[in-house]
């Protein structure tokens, strides 16, 4: 696959941070940093997005780079927003946060699995090529999909800790 050791240790982080988010989601509706699996998709994003930055196929700064410093942001943020017992509001925007991450770290991550896998014979030829488009989309819209539930879970949530 042509992965350095720093590439496959990113790879490797990667895919616990990413399983530790489905797990979070799934089991709660949401990536909770209270949960083991929150924390795990916390640290494991964390160390992938610092190590992401000691990347590059083309050498130099990039858009890898960018997307990696933004979800080191949001995740960042979300745990901020999670210690400081903000109230209700902080949660909307804690909820939005790491879910927004969890999608951008699938862009690079469809991206680099799509033009690399199989071995010999990926399924995209480039990162411009219409499956990796398509498979974006549908995870974009899965995405504002679960955006949506978590938004009017929250909401029913506030409105039982004010009653």
């Known amino acids: 696959m042509g992965l350095s050791n720093l590439g496959i240790f990113h790879t490797a982080i990667g895919v616990i941070a990413l399983v530790a988010g489905i797990v979070s989601l799934v089991k709660n509706g949401k990536i909770d940093l ?10 494991g994003t964390v160390i992938t997005s610092v190590t ?25 943020i979300a745990f901020v927003l999670a210690k400081r017992n903000s109230g209700n509001r ?8 790491l879910s ?16 690399r896998v199989p071995l010999g014979h990926p399924l995209a030829k480039s990162p411009a090529d219409p499956l990796i488009g398509k498979t974006l989309l549908v995870l974009f819209i899965l995405f504002i999909i679960g955006s949506v539930f978590q938004f009017t879970k929250q909401r029913k949530n506030n409105r039982m800790t004010q009653a």
Do not use: C, D
């Open 52 to 76: 992401a930055l000691g990347l590059s196929k083309n050498g130099g700064f990039n858009v890898g780079h960018i997307f990696s410093l933004f979800i080191l942001i949001l995740v960042v």
């Open 34 to 43: 209270s949960q083991l699996s929150g924390k795990i998709y916390f640290y």
């Open 90 to 97: 902080a949660r909307y925007f804690e909820n939005f946060f």
């Open 100 to 115: 927004f991450s969890f999608f951008l770290s699938l862009v690079p991550t469809v991206n680099e699995t799509f033009t």
